[in-house]
């Protein structure tokens, strides 16, 4: 708690203060691209409807907009909706949870860029140390830590972008550990998206409630029934006040954050990389495959469950899916999740000849998923190769013109070349943003669909 309360981002020295623009710029070109998602569209149309003549925050990609709270929900369903946004590898999606919160609460009080930077840090630590303590057993459990764990990074994150002390920060933290929630088990729909959202106004909620003396229990993570007791096991005990001591080193640092480089489930990645390794290498095509073989560790089948599918969005959770679309296209970018795409007979063939099998041998490490990936060809060679932490990860970081480069994929359509560089010079330099609001304004589109 007094980590989140005090830090701030110019303690991580300029290489941490990079990684965490880089996130937020990468999360905000996902909400742009991911508006257009049919869930997010219903999303923010409720929002906005349920915000009334009351709202002015941006919904994020549409000429809507509404009260900052719904416009946190809304934007971070929309930046989830794609699966493309960013990965703590303890195990969590963090951005999408706390930028949303960040950017209502700021542009709502004209707060600063630096404000921006130090409120996520603040978030990041909250999440990562509690993923640190209680995963992989609150997330085996069948908890979606993003709308979870997620909940209560994005209300210390909006605690700080109130400016709120100890005393109610450690109220909204209560209140938040109350609207924490989310279940696995509507991964592939449009709910798992919508968990993102939830966080984040929840999040934002919790600390308006907290600011106007709204009271919760404030020491919610630990003891019988609390946030530790329910969502995990009290056993796990020592290793959250571990987590959360003083001295503890940033998380931000230790663990940092993964950049998707595919727009799908994250534990899936590694696979992508090791077929897509294979092609290069032997320079083989669709139809010289006879069979692949994918073995992961005993967590997939319970996040990866779905197999052979035409629906784009049940094909960001099939491992079948996503190695098929980067055997015959080379890539698996936002045009591989698609209707058209997913309707391709010669990709649902090409499914049908892959195997995922389940190797107990393969550990289970929080959010890297290693992979062995077996080729065998129709004219009798077996390739085969191992992949165990994917590209875009911190030991394998995208270079920041790859950062630029997908935000552009997934924003310029909608904001037009200018208005988007205007946003990477922004968020490059978001120390100097004197108004957050600004940055806010950036991401609005006008009611015929230009960036306004």
Known sequence: MRTALGCRAEDLGPDGVRTIKLAILDLLGCCVAGADALGSRLVATWAHAASGARGDAVIIGTELRATPALAALANGASGHALDYDDVSVRMIHPSVTIVPALLAAGAARGATGRSLLDGYLAGFEVEARLCKALNPDHYARGWHTTGSIGTLGAALASCRALDLDEAPSRHALGVAASSAGSIRKNFGSMVKPLHAGQASFHGLQAAELAASGFTADTSVLEGPRGFLDVFSSLDRAAELAEAFEDDAPYELVASGIA????????????????????????????????????????LIPGILVH????????????????????????????????????????????????????????????????????????????????????????????????????????????????????????????EDLEDVGTLAALLAIDGDGRAS
């Open 259 to 298: 950049l998707k480089r595919f727009a799908c489930c994250g534990a899936i990645h590694s696979a992508q990389d090791a077929i897509l390794e294979l092609r290069a290498s032997a320079g083989f095509a669709p139809g010289d495959v006879d069979r692949i073989e994918c073995r992961v560790n005993p």
């Open 307 to 430: 197999h052979v599918t035409q629906d784009p969005l049940e094909g960001k959770f099939s491992v079948e899916f996503c190695l098929a679309v980067c055997l015959a296209d080379g890539r698996a970018g936002l045009a591989q999740y698609t209707a058209a795409r997913a309707a391709d007979p010669e990709l649902l063939e090409l499914m049908r000849r892959i195997d995922v099998v389940v190797d107990a041998s393969i550990p289970v490490d929080l959010a890297y998923f290693p992979s062995v990936v077996t080729v065998s060809l129709t004219d009798g060679r077996r390739l085969s190769t191992r992949v165990d932490v994917p590209t875009g990860y911190p030991e394998k970081p995208l270079s920041v013109d790859a950062v630029v480069d997908k935000a552009r994929e997934c924003a310029a359509p909608t904001l037009g070349a200018t208005r988007f560089d205007e946003l990477v010079a922004t968020v490059l330099h978001l």
